[in-house]
């Protein structure tokens, strides 16, 4: 299983980007969990963005709330992130992090390989 995300780019403060992210592999599982999106900027660490559980139920870190939306297809296993009002502290590496149940029998957490996010004030 591997997680592939999609939609960076350079935009302007102010504009939107959405990014997505899918599970390959989709045969090979059972359930996923809580899923997310990180991001890194240069010189920090990793910080959570946004979470979903399977249910829907949904986290924001504070500089986010308001204009970024985190969605998810649990039949698709796949998550959306929808960034709006964007700023230049939002200018990062993003990563969506999954857990996930394989046909293995267990639990593991996945990460994608990191979209880069960069916005030019």
């Known amino acids: 299983v591997q997680l592939q995300a999609s939609g960076g780019g350079l935009v302007q403060a102010g504009d939107s980007l959405n990014l997505s992210c899918a599970a390959s592999?989709?045969?090979?599982?059972?359930?996923?969990?809580?899923m997310g999106w990180y991001r890194q900027a240069p010189e920090k660490q990793r910080e959570l963005v946004a979470g979903?559980?399977?249910?829907?139920?949904?986290n924001y870190a504070d500089s986010v709330k308001g204009r970024f939306t985190i969605s998810r297809d649990n039949a698709k296993n796949t998550i959306d992130l929808q960034m709006n009002s964007l700023r230049a502290e939002d200018t990062a590496v993003y990563y969506c992090?999954?857990?996930?149940?394989?046909?293995?029998?267990?639990?593991?957490?996945?990460w994608g390989q990191g979209t880069q996010v960069t916005v030019s004030s």
């Open positions: 992090n999954a857990n996930i149940l394989t046909r293995a029998g267990h639990w593991s957490n996945y």
């Open positions: 592999d989709s045969g090979n599982i059972l359930s996923v969990n809580e």
């Open positions: 979903i559980s399977n249910s829907g139920s949904t």
